[in-house]
């Protein structure tokens, strides 16, 4: 009987293996399992490490070590040959030798190379196992490990190899370096801790779960793993809900997340919106027409209160602002104060109730409950004051202040023949080197003998105070949120004696303008329009005083000619006839980063992680912040993918 049913599963696996043939040389791949032999042809490996017996993933197996019989199998590893063929001959007797009482018990040979393996022995034992699927085959493996390089596969790889000794598993491997310290946080684990036996059987079970639902959305053409979309589905749910949830709804959660799955695979995942989006050309369609809305029900959710933080009351102003230029447009929710996870769930809850159509969150910790709402609720408009969030579902939105900060540069420069200028930084992320850098350039602008000295107030507490005790007489301070809180000190100051400073100006944003043009946007079609045409990728607003989202507070009694001067700028910035970045620029280690005429990109700017040569300082490392920074630097730092991230917080 067993012969039998053996000759009827070669029959049913040669048809596998016509078909993905036929695939393959349809879509122009090769057809025939992938040969190690010719991949390594005129490589340097690191060198070789046996690994033993271990269960090797049979989707993880790509191929054979030498030529042999490659022809024999199609590129899955099922069979091409005639049923009449010596080979079909063999591949039915050991199938019928799994069918018996004792099964395929003796373990294939191979080599593995970057997390792929490729048989020496056991070729027609894996193609008779993969036929029937099984998940895991029992192999003799040799690692063959690669040339450490920059390269990102191979970062990637490398940290494996260090994870692999942690879980012993091949399953959990990423696409991209820095994953792994972030699935250990989202398991609860310590970033070194090494995976027991049951743990490796308990991530397992639900592990196979997940990628069932993964396959079943079409995960496998995609340049990801299936552990890059766990980890994507990890930041919304919980593991130990993946062995009680039906798979049916597994599939609907992690569709719910399936865009921000697919970005993964994409190079550029985030668009950056620079300037407003117009209201589309031409006349809406009836369907256009029909789902217009006419008014639009906004909920701002504030972490602190207005009372208790400038920069909550400076987003409040500009709801308020919102809410007295388009009153007969817009109904407001308001929720402050919502600082916990629950309690920003439950806030959100309310307004969805309440009518939302629009979730406004205004600090970059609040973005991991809007991914959450963004699941829960599609149909959800939702925005998050932060950059560089790769969300599809959460658009983020931020503005260039470095156009202000090149203003006062140029204003200090002016100010100050010595050139003797200080800059206090917040914190390294995203997009502060740019400000740093265009003050020091507007400083250079107006006076070519200007040096930025740099200190870092996510390190030192009385950081302006030490830099005018240097001698320093310009120093660029924090910005102030709001021109109408002007206490000293704020922007670009004078010191004086005493250990008094005299403030003469500083960048703000005008939050009441972003938001009164975004609601403009929606109700016209344009946050539509830009879904469109950034299909597949998540939006990223981040406009300047073009957009008149930010200006520059002067002095009532600055001189003439500086106020003169910033005037100036200020029209040349807005109406894009000047760019600060687009001259000659040397960074510190003697770098052309651009010989003046080239644009940076946006995400050239907002990504910028080194300095001009005229600055004195240097980017801080994460261990060397004081603690209140570091949180932000996780979520928003420049290097935040390789920052173990905390098993209690945001898992970006």
């Not at 018990?105 to 048989?119: A, Q, T």
């Not at 596969?153 to 994953?179: D, N, Q």
């Not at 697919?262 to 620079?274: C, D, M, N, W, Y």
């Not at 609601?519 to 597949?536: C, E, F, K, T």
Request: charged letters at 20%.
């Amino acid at each position: 009987m067993s012969r039998q049913e053996s000759t009827e599963q070669y029959l049913r696996a040669l048809k596998l293996g016509r078909r993905c043939y036929k695939d393959c040389v349809l879509h122009g791949h090769y057809p025939y399992p992938q040969v190690l032999d010719e991949i390594l042809e005129g490589a340097v490996t690191a060198g070789q490490v046996d690994l033993g017996v271990i269960e090797i993933p049979t989707d993880h197996i790509a191929g054979t070590k030498t030529q042999g019989r490659r022809s024999a199998f199609a590129a899955n590893f099922m069979p091409l040959m005639e049923t009449d063929s010596e080979f079909a001959a063999k591949w039915i007797s050991l199938c019928a030798d799994h069918l018996g009482d004792e099964g395929i018990r003796d373990p294939i040979r191979c080599y593995e190379y970057l997390g792929r393996f490729y048989v020496q022995e056991g070729n027609k034992r894996v193609s008779v196992l993969k036929s029937y699927g099984a998940p895991t085959i029992p192999g003799y493996v040799v690692r063959m490990i690669p040339v450490w390089s920059q390269d990102p596969e191979i970062l990637a790889y490398y940290e494996f190899m260090e994870s692999y000794k942690l879980t012993r598993l091949y399953r959990v491997s990423f696409s991209r370096a820095g994953s792994f310290a972030k699935l250990q946080a989202a398991l609860g684990f310590e970033p070194d801790h090494v995976w027991t036996e049951d743990e490796r059987q308990h991530f397992t079970a639900g592990f196979t779960y997940f990628q069932d639902a993964f396959r079943k959305l079409g995960g496998e053409s995609l340049p990801i793993t299936v552990a890059d979309a766990l980890l994507v589905w990890l930041k919304i749910y919980d593991f130990e809900d993946l062995r009680t949830t039906p798979a049916a709804e597994l599939v609907k959660t992690l569709s719910a997340v399936w865009q921000d799955v697919k970005v993964l695979g994409t190079e550029q995942p985030i668009s950056v919106a620079t300037e407003e989006v117009a209201e589309p050309a031409g006349e809406p369609g009836l369907l256009g027409r029909l789902f217009k809305p006419k008014r639009l029900n906004v909920a701002f959710l504030n972490e602190h209160r207005p009372e208790e933080s400038d920069w909550a009351r400076a987003h409040d102003l500009g709801r308020q602002y919102l809410e007295t230029v388009m009153e007969d447009l817009v109904t407001v929710q308001v929720f402050n104060g919502i600082q916990s996870g629950a309690a920003a769930e439950e806030a959100i809850d309310r307004a969805v109730e309440n009518g939302a159509q629009v979730l406004i969150t205004t600090t970059p910790p609040l973005i991991g409950v809007c991914r959450k709402a963004a699941a829960k609720y599609p149909g959800l408009r939702i925005l998050n004051c932060s950059v560089s969030m790769p969300y599809t579902g959460v658009r983020t939105y931020y503005s260039r202040i470095y156009e202000g900060k090149f203003i006062t540069g140029a204003i200090a420069g002016a100010m100050c023949p010595s050139g003797r200028i200080g800059y206090v930084a917040s914190s390294p992320i995203f997009g502060v080197p740019a400000s740093i850098n265009a003050f020091a350039l507007g400083a250079r602008l107006t006076n070519p003998r200007a040096r930025v000295r740099l200190r870092w107030s996510c390190m030192e507490e009385h950081a302006m105070e030490t830099l005018a005790r240097e001698g320093t007489e310009l120093i660029s301070n924090r910005d102030i949120p709001t021109p109408d809180r002007t206490r000293e000190p704020w922007g670009l100051c004078q010191a004086l004696e005493g250990g008094r400073f005299l403030s003469l100006a500083s960048p703000y944003w005008h939050w009441g303008n972003f938001y009164v043009k975004l609601v403009r946007s929606i109700l016209s079609g344009g946050w539509d329009a830009l879904s469109a045409q950034n299909a597949g990728r998540a939006v990223n607003y981040w406009w300047g005083m073009g957009s008149q989202v930010i200006g520059v507070l002067l002095r009532e009694d600055l001189p003439a000619g500086a106020r003169q001067l910033a005037e100036i700028l200020y029209r040349g910035l807005a109406a894009g006839a000047i760019h600060p970045f687009q001259r000659p620029i040397r960074s510190q280690d003697g770098t052309l980063q651009s010989d003046g005429s080239r644009w940076f990109t946006p995400e050239e700017i907002l990504h910028m992680n080194w300095l001009c040569d005229c600055v004195e300082g240097s980017i801080p490392a994460f261990e060397d912040l004081l603690p209140f920074a570091q949180n932000l630097v996780r979520l928003q730092g420049l290097d935040r993918d390789r920052i173990p991230p905390e098993k209690e917080g945001t898992i970006l």
